[in-house]
Nanobody
C-alpha cells in the first residue's frame, strides 16, 4: 500500500515561513494525480488548504484562509509536492496531511476537496506562536 512521506513542519513564530514536502514512491506518480494538503486542528474538522494537478496551475484550489499566503507546487522529477507557507498565523497551527488521488482523466475542476483521496501521508505538526 502506497503511503506518502511528509517532511517539514515544526514550530515558528507568527509571521514566519515553513515549507512542507510530500514525496511519493516511484510506483505512484504524483504528477498524474490530484494532490492536496489538508489540516486538522484539535476539535476541528479537517480542512482542505490547497490542491493541485501538475501542469494545471490555473486550476489550483486554495482555501480562503490560505490565499495569498500559501503556495502549492509540484516537482515531477522528484515526484514530490510542496506547500510553501508564508506569513504564518497562530490559527494555522494544526496537523497537516498530504493526500493524492489519480483521476480517471483530468478535466478542469476535477481536483477539489470533495473527491475521495486514496493515498495519504503520515501527517506533520505545524505550530505557530504569537
Amino acid at each position: 500500500q502506497v503511503q506518502l512521506a511528509q517532511s517539514g513542519g515544526g514550530s515558528v513564530q507568527a509571521g514566519g515561513s515553513l515549507r512542507l514536502t510530500c514525496a511519493s514512491q516511484p510506483i505512484y506518480l504524483l504528477s498524474s494525480s490530484c494532490v492536496a494538503w489538508f489540516r486538522q486542528a484539535p476539535g476541528q474538522e479537517r480542512e482542505a488548504i490547497a490542491i493541485s494537478y501538475e501542469g494545471e496551475s490555473g486550476d489550483d484550489f486554495y482555501a480562503d484562509s490560505a490565499k495569498g499566503r500559501f503556495t502549492i507546487s509540484q516537482d515531477g522529477a522528484k515526484n514530490a509536492v510542496y506547500l510553501q507557507m508564508n506569513n504564518l498565523k497562530p490559527e494555522d497551527s494544526a496537523m497537516y496531511y498530504c493526500a493524492a488521488r489519480r483521476p480517471a482523466y483530468y478535466y478542469t475542476g476535477v481536483c477539489r476537496p470533495s473527491i475521495e483521496y486514496t493515498v495519504w501521508g503520515q501527517g506533520t505538526q505545524v505550530t505557530v506562536s504569537s
